[in-house]
């Protein structure tokens, strides 16, 4: 059925007036009761009482208002919505995600920020490690990826990468520790302390450069627990066990027992880099992408 006839048979049914109409469709009284006889031959319905001063619904013609009514409401929303996807206002956006890209508070912003802009667009959220985002992203499961490993460590045929934020890596010290009163700590107030530090996968340093830094300061570090999220860490640095190193946004979510102090002569810096295909994105991926500036890695 033609969607402009039932547009005609509203507006006069509406107002019960083929001359008011016309002129509210902006067409001549002629063309238009043309047009409604037409859809009545078309359904085989009498929709109209004609009298001389006015025309009345009938039975049928109520019910079929009542039904264009409603058609005509969706057809509109659907031409909208084709329109916002058009322009790349609706759709799903897949985002993967590190803990650490998340807890920086980074994501967050530009998660409420993409939000308010594109409120009709669907976010999803998946939390994983940096190798499966690779992956992910690579077979269109994700649109875009956070990852906190360096993308040279991995095989990134099809994707591009780009380093979205920097962060240098703090001491955090319990605060029933004497070193939390320290201003400065000197390489020698760390003898004999004990040390909690991430697991490889998840730690701002790599095990060598670690050692490497320590013996270049001039002690060496007991390390008495590697564990495999920065939570753990705080949690058993706040329980006294150590001290531990870890990248400076934990601070947001740290037990305010903690201390944080950045050691000058430890220039450890963690990075976190936003993977995505080449080619192929979508208009929502565009947009997320378009909020970080382009530090893209070859």
């Known amino acids: 059925m033609d969607l402009r006839l039932l547009e005609y048979f509203v507006a006069v049914a509406e107002l019960e007036h083929v001359g008011k109409a016309a002129e509210r469709l902006h067409i001549s009284q002629s063309p238009l009761?043309?047009?409604?006889?037409?859809?009545?031959?078309?359904l085989k319905l009498e929709l109209f009482v004609r009298e001389r001063q006015r025309i009345r619904l009938t039975e049928s013609g109520r019910w079929l208002l009542n039904q264009a009514q409603g058609l005509?409401?969706?057809?509109?929303?659907?031409?909208?919505?084709?329109?916002?996807?058009?322009?790349g206002h609706v759709g799903t956006l897949s985002?993967?995600?590190?803990?650490?890209?998340?807890w920086s508070g980074m994501l967050p912003k530009l998660l409420c920020r993409f939000q308010n802009e594109f409120p009709d667009a669907t976010v999803e959220l998946h939390n994983m490690r940096s190798?499966?985002?690779v992956e992910a992203v690579r077979s269109g499961?994700?649109?875009?990826?956070?990852?906190?490993?360096?993308?040279a460590a991995n095989e990134i045929e099809g994707i591009e990468a780009a380093c979205v934020s920097e962060e240098p890596a703090m001491l955090v010290i319990p605060g029933s520790n004497p070193l939390s009163r320290k201003r400065r700590i000197a390489p020698r107030d760390l003898h004999g302390i004990r040390w909690i530090l991430l697991s490889e996968s998840r730690a701002?340093?790599?095990?060598?450069?670690?050692?490497?830094?320590?013996?270049?300061?001039?002690?060496?570090?007991?390390?008495?627990?590697?564990?495999?999220?920065?939570?753990?860490?705080?949690?058993l640095v706040a329980g006294a066990l150590g001290v531990g190193l870890i990248r400076s946004s934990a601070r947001n979510y740290a037990p305010r027992s903690l201390k944080f102090q950045v050691l000058p002569w430890f220039s450890f810096t963690t990075r976190t880099y936003m993977i995505r295909p080449i080619g192929g994105r979508t208009p929502l991926a565009e947009a997320f992408a378009a909020y970080l500036p382009p530090r893209w890695v070859s």
């Open 33 to 42: 009761s043309r047009q409604i006889r037409q859809l009545e031959k078309e």
């Open 72 to 87: 005509l409401k969706h057809s509109e929303k659907i031409r909208g919505e084709a329109e916002q996807r058009a322009r």
């Open 95 to 102: 985002v993967a995600f590190t803990s650490a890209a998340m």
């Open 131 to 133: 190798a499966a985002q």
């Open 141 to 151: 499961r994700a649109d875009i990826g956070f990852i906190s490993v360096s993308p």
């Open 204 to 235: 701002p340093e790599k095990p060598d450069q670690f050692f490497a830094a320590c013996e270049r300061a001039g002690f060496v570090p007991h390390v008495v627990q590697r564990v495999a999220e920065p939570i753990t860490l705080l949690a």
